[in-house]
């Protein structure tokens, strides 16, 4: 079975910077594009920033600057980068990818993962 693993969440004061890594495992025949979403408390969920598998990359206006998303395709994992945090970061962050795995023949997919949450407060 395919899974999405983040890690890196967690309080930090404004200003400041964390690291949000999201790894996939599972029979996995290629990935194409990973991305990075967060939901705040009564807002919907919203696009942060994606990369194909060829590392071309985009952001949501509001993070442009401040955050940066990578990945390492032989290790199926992305990571993002957050510099210069702000209160209104506040969210919950997802992981996501197109995922084409093998079971029995090859089946593409949109898997996510659990949320991890990320305060950014004095």
């Known amino acids: 079975q395919v899974q999405l693993v983040e890690s890196g969440g967690g309080l930090v004061q404004p200003g400041g910077s964390l690291s949000l890594s999201c790894a996939a495992s599972?029979?996995?025949?290629?990935?194409?594009?990973m991305a990075w979403y967060r939901q705040a408390p009564g807002k919907e969920r919203e696009l942060v920033a994606d990369i194909t598998k060829g590392g071309i990359t985009k952001y949501a206006d509001s993070v442009k600057g401040r955050f940066t998303i990578s990945r390492d395709n032989a290790k199926n994992t992305v990571v993002l980068q957050m510099n210069s945090l702000k209160p209104e970061d506040t969210a919950v962050y997802y992981c996501?990818?197109?995922?084409?795995?093998?079971?029995?023949?090859?089946?593409?997919?949109?898997?996510w993962g659990q949320g991890t949450q990320v305060t950014v407060s004095s």
């Open positions: 996501n990818a197109d995922i084409v795995k093998y079971s029995n023949g090859l089946y593409r997919d949109d898997y």
């Open positions: 599972g029979i996995i025949f290629s990935i194409n594009v």
